[in-house]
């Protein structure tokens, strides 16, 4: 009886919800606060959409996806992927429908289900977000397990969520009003980190955000970030091939979203090469030629395929195709226990060829504060 009558609160507050408005700038917890202020893509205890970084053709999915608001504004970042939002609420699903007709969003669906049930195939999905809606659920088991199940090898996790520092009154855990205004069904810390590794998840981090006014609850919940990853798979293979004029759009996007510089780039697309996988582009990797030096730049490789030696692959395949040439430079700022492992040496902005410091990429787009590295070919 306390699970139905638990259930049907949360049923009823957000089919309430979902009639009253398109839930920009609503909170699910009615008068309490989880800390973070209004999230304008939707409902929630996080700026999800600031948070996540996303690449074009990455399959997501967004459990308790509510209006729909933040996976409309996730989707645009992945396309051609499609957004998966998952939620139980039918008139939720029906609003979130409605928004992103609204908005021109054409590679989302919405499906009505329950997160401990997702209605999603084995190894389907790239990234898993939820923002504020694990704690709803009364089998969180599940739901970390179903996650576990759709999530491809690498794929992984992102959850904003009410988490419980110290195990919680009694009383709370019994309450459906408490359990519907997120507190009441949030797990504790180590409880949640527990059950992400008893489903097999690895990289498991919980940042903590910010208290949640829980209003006379003597004991305080706190909004928390939750990221984790599924271990790859070592046999999954990518090939190496040549950069196509029609990879130029998706090789921008992918620089964007790992925030490298765009710059000159269409000029030496003939001089990129890109890891192609069965679900799309998995890895770029660019350089500029000036005369017998090289400026390599634009190595990324996306999140799934990180730790199985494919930057590796896309530096040393660029490699081969500089028989006349004698030095490679590149700068980074991310990157530097990388490129030293590949044999590239730290080098003073000075000690740059002149013809580099006059390329677009030196002129502007990078930072001055980024390392300039240099490897000397036989």
């Known amino acids: 009886m306390k699970e139905k009558a638990i259930s049907q609160e949360i049923k009823r507050r957000y089919d309430a919800i979902a009639s009253k408005s398109d839930g920009k700038d609503k909170s699910c917890c009615e008068g309490f606060s989880c800390g973070q202020g209004p999230n304008k ?9 600031g948070i996540v970084q996303l690449f074009p053709g990455e399959v997501l999915l967004d459990l308790g996806s509510g209006p729909g608001l933040e996976t409309i504004a996730l989707a645009r970042r992945i396309e051609p992927a499609i957004a ?12 979130a429908e409605e928004n992103a007709k609204r908005a021109g969003v054409s590679n989302v669906r919405f499906l009505t289900g329950s997160m401990e049930e997702i209605p999603l195939e084995d190894e389907s999905v790239d990234v898993v977000v939820s923002n504020c809606a694990v704690n709803l659920a009364s089998k969180k088991e599940s739901v970390v397990e179903g996650v576990a ?24 855990r019994k309450d459906p009003e408490a359990w519907a205004m997120c507190f009441g069904g949030a797990l504790e810390v180590r409880d949640y980190e527990q059950l992400l590794k008893r489903a097999g998840f690895e990289a498991i981090d919980i940042k903590i955000l910010s208290p949640f006014n829980a209003g006379s609850v003597s004991i305080k919940p706190s ?3 939750i990221t984790a990853r599924k271990p790859k798979k070592p046999d999954e293979a990518a090939e190496i091939r040549q950069a ?51 400026l390599l730049r634009s190595v990324v490789v996306l999140p799934r395929w990180r730790g199985c030696g494919l930057g590796r692959r896309l530096v040393d395949t660029l490699m081969s195709k500089l028989p006349e040439i004698k ?3 590149l700068l980074t700022t991310t990157a530097n226990d990388f490129f030293r492992r590949l044999g590239f040496k730290e080098i003073s902005w000075g000690e740059l060829p002149e013809e580099l410091r006059a390329s677009k990429e030196l002129q502007g787009a990078c930072p001055r504060s980024a390392t300039a590295m240099r490897l000397s070919l036989p």
């Open 41 to 49: 893509s939707g409902l929630g205890c996080a700026n999800l959409a």
């Open 84 to 95: 998966f939002g998952l939620d139980q609420s039918p008139a939720m699903v029906k609003k």
């Open 149 to 172: 199940r759709v999530l491809r090898p690498g794929g992984r996790l992102v959850i904003a969520d009410v988490v419980w520092l110290q195990t919680p009154p009694a009383e709370v």
């Open 223 to 225: 909004s928390a970030l």
């Open 244 to 294: 196509k004029p029609e990879d130029l759009a998706v090789v921008l996007r992918i620089l964007e979203a790992a925030d490298l510089p765009t710059d000159g780039v269409a000029d030496w697309i003939d001089n990129f090469i890109v890891a192609q996988t069965h679900t799309g582009i998995a890895g770029i990797a660019g350089m500029e030629r000036y005369g017998v030096y090289a």
């Open 327 to 329: 030095r490679v430079y």
